[in-house]
């Protein structure tokens, strides 16, 4: 049964600084892996996939890297700005196709 | 792109109601579709992967003939919480993936927060 643990899981930082969101999976046999973000109340907005095939993907600020092997993937966020504050989860596609979520981390970007 | 869309957003009613919620895919069709619950402050958790034409999968723990799942077409999941009770109330939140297209991700619907009096 694939676990994902997310660390850490919260984080306070002022505006401006980099980031690093780390997240590890059990289970290595994943088709793919999502970060998402997700606002309070709010669903789930994809930011990035990564395929098994890949290292790493970037878009915009974000650059998700992905150690298949290791069941590692961390999010990093350049320059991080108030509007980066939200929930941010790590989603790993496994055997049936289910997406399994971890506890996420809940970011928050002081202005 | 892809968008999947679910109805109501959010629901109120009273203890003993039964309601149902809708996930639809709009411009491609899935023959599987997950359907997830999250309480407050908890990160979401899978109940049941929904079959086009055949039988919903559960997870552990989650009960079968208290959450109704139906996937009548290629487009339409829908969720029935069968006499709600005040601990059903949770974020319902619906996903689907275009199968005919390899390694696409997941897309999610919005969401139902669903409030049991």
């Known amino acids: 049964k694939q676990e994902v643990t997310q660390i850490p899981a919260a984080l306070s930082v002022p505006e401006g600084e980099n980031l690093v969101l780390n997240c590890s999976f059990t289970?290595?046999?994943?088709?793919?892996l999502q970060w998402f973000r997700q606002d309070p109340g709010k669903g789930l907005t994809s930011l990035l996939l990564?395929?098994?095939?890949?290292r790493e993907q970037t878009s915009g600020r974000l650059n998700a890297s992905l150690d298949k092997s290791s069941g590692r993937s961390t999010l990093y966020i350049a320059a991080s700005q108030p509007g980066d504050s939200a929930t941010y989860l790590c989603?790993?596609?496994?055997?049936?196709?289910?997406?399994?979520f971890g506890a996420g981390t809940r970011l928050f970007v002081k202005a | 792109g892809a968008v999947v869309s679910q109805h109501p957003s959010r629901v109120i009613c009273k203890s003993g109601t039964s309601v149902k919620i809708e996930c639809r895919s709009l411009?491609?069709?899935?023959?599987?579709m997950f359907w997830y619950r999250q309480f407050p402050k908890q990160s979401l958790m899978l109940m049941a992967t929904?079959?086009?034409?055949?039988?919903?999968?559960?997870e552990q723990g989650v009960e079968k003939d208290k959450f109704l799942i139906n996937h009548a077409s290629l487009t339409l999941s829908t969720l029935t919480v069968t006499s709600a009770h005040p601990e059903d109330s949770s974020f319902y939140i619906c996903?689907?993936?275009?199968?005919?297209?390899?390694?696409?991700?997941?897309?999610f619907g919005d969401g139902t927060r669903l409030s049991i009096l």
């Open positions: 411009d491609f069709q899935a023959t599987t």
């Open positions: 990564i395929q098994s095939s890949q």
């Open positions: 929904s079959n086009e034409g055949s039988k919903a999968t559960y």
């Open positions: 989603a790993p596609n496994t055997g049936g196709f289910k997406t399994i």
């Open positions: 996903s689907a993936r275009e199968w005919s297209v390899p390694n696409q991700p997941q897309h």
């Open positions: 289970d290595s046999a994943i088709y793919n």
